[in-house]
């Protein structure tokens, strides 16, 4: 358990993979989930965009960019407390996750203020 603990530390250079990986499956999810639910059950044309598919997919891109963010927080808290190779790897992750974050937030917009299956 303490060995796990030691590679969460937000210093680890774990973290640089990380953010990408989150939206790696983030896109996955969401395109797949989006796709498969127009082929199941598409929702009304006249419907709009105010949809449930559309809540879900809101809903889904904005806990993804809570935990990004989040994490993006918690790294550049890393950088003010460590010196050396530990705060360049928080700085960076801090980066990347920060890089993670507002690509969540501009490919979600499309998706969210379109009317679903077109």
């Known amino acids: 358990m303490t060995t796990l603990m030691e590679r969460l530390r937000l210093t680890h250079p774990l973290h640089f993979v990380i953010g990408l990986t989150l939206w790696c499956i983030w896109f996955v999810a969401v395109y797949g989930g989006h796709a498969v639910a127009c082929e199941a ?3 009304a044309p006249d ?5 449930l598919l559309n809540g879900g997919l809101l809903l889904i891109s904005l806990l993804t960019t809570a935990v990004l963010v989040a994490l993006t927080w918690g790294c550049w808290q890393a950088v003010k407390q460590h010196h050396g190779r530990a705060r360049f790897n ?3 992750s801090a980066g990347l996750y920060l890089f993670s974050a507002l ?3 501009f490919v979600a917009l499309p998706i969210i203020g379109v009317p679903p299956c077109l």
């Open 47 to 51: 419907q709009g965009v105010f949809t």
């Open 103 to 105: 690509s969540v937030v």
């Open 90 to 92: 928080a700085a960076v």
């Open 41 to 43: 059950a598409p929702p």
